[in-house]
């Protein structure tokens, strides 16, 4: 089984399930979301993928889960065939303006995230980012909606592409479990260079969940996954998304040698004219 870690008191799978190649989000084209989208238009669609993740322990997905019926009744259907429980990491993104209003519109979020059985709550970054005060290096109203997410029994974290998120909640002891951070080698998507987050990443006082290993398809998953593995510490995880069973299991055995420091047992590409070099393991 794949090696596991502890957050918040949970047991989790150092690697976690990506939802993005399997909910339609390429971050390539409008026509790549539209593949995603038809591919996995189905609960049935989504099970040899997450039965894959489910035979190495893999038993955690992540994604804005309570927002999109169609992933829930996924994972319902998987859990339902294969009579195995999946951990919900759901990332809902909620009205944070300072009103009465605002505030029960959050609750209501955070209220059906508990409803569908999710056991971490993370506010998404495009939430969480119209609270953050650099000059004060605080983030606004913030401890509220971790209280709401405590009261409804679920374990509050925070999706911070913005990596100030991570040392703000951690010089002010806001109320959090783990973080959603971007990482990889290619700088993709970070807001400050590689070697900046990375530093972040080590010196977070809870452990990290890193998102965008293979950088959306611009580096590779040999690269990618070695990469993040050996940078990463042993408490942190890496969240892989996939669009087939296939892609799944190369991920899953490229991971397994990275953390083993040995090469991975996979197939060589193929290629119309194969060269010697390229048909040797």
Excluded at 43 to 48: D, H, I, Q, S, W
Aim: overall charge negative; proline content about 5%; aromatic content about 8%.
């Amino acid at each position: 089984m794949f090696p596991r870690t502890t957050v918040g008191g949970v047991s989790m799978p150092r690697m976690l399930i990506g939802t993005n190649w399997l909910l339609g989000w390429s971050h390539t084209s409008d026509a790549a979301d539209r593949m995603i989208r038809e591919k996995f238009s189905t609960k049935e669609a989504f099970l040899p993928v997450l039965e894959t993740y489910l035979d190495e322990g893999i038993d955690a997905i992540m994604g804005p889960v309570s927002t999109q019926p169609l992933c829930l009744e996924a994972i319902r259907y998987a859990e339902d065939r294969l009579g195995k429980k999946l951990i919900i990491i759901d990332t809902p993104g909620m009205n944070v303006d300072d009103s009465a209003e605002a505030r029960a519109e959050a609750k209501a979020v955070i209220k059906h995230s508990a409803e569908i059985g999710s056991t971490f709550c993370l506010i998404h970054h495009t939430s969480v980012e119209q609270l953050v005060n650099k000059n004060k290096r605080q983030i606004t109203r913030l401890p509220d909606y971790l209280a709401m997410i405590r009261d409804e029994g679920m374990l509050p974290g925070l999706s911070a592409h913005m990596p100030e998120v991570v040392q703000f909640t951690d010089e002010n002891g806001y109320d959090v479990e783990t973080y959603i951070q971007i990482f990889n080698c290619m700088g993709f998507l970070m807001q400050i260079e590689v070697e900046g987050v990375a530093r972040i990443i080590q010196n977070a006082k809870k452990p990290v969940m890193t998102i965008k290993p293979f950088a959306a398809g611009r580096t590779t998953p040999f690269v990618g996954l070695n990469f993040n593995w050996n940078v990463i510490r042993d408490c942190d995880m890496i969240t892989v998304g996939v669009s087939s069973a296939a892609e799944a299991k190369e991920d899953i055995e490229i991971s397994y040698a990275a953390l083993e420091h040995r090469f991975p047992d996979l197939a060589a590409r193929s290629s119309p004219v194969k060269q010697t070099v390229l048909g040797h393991k």
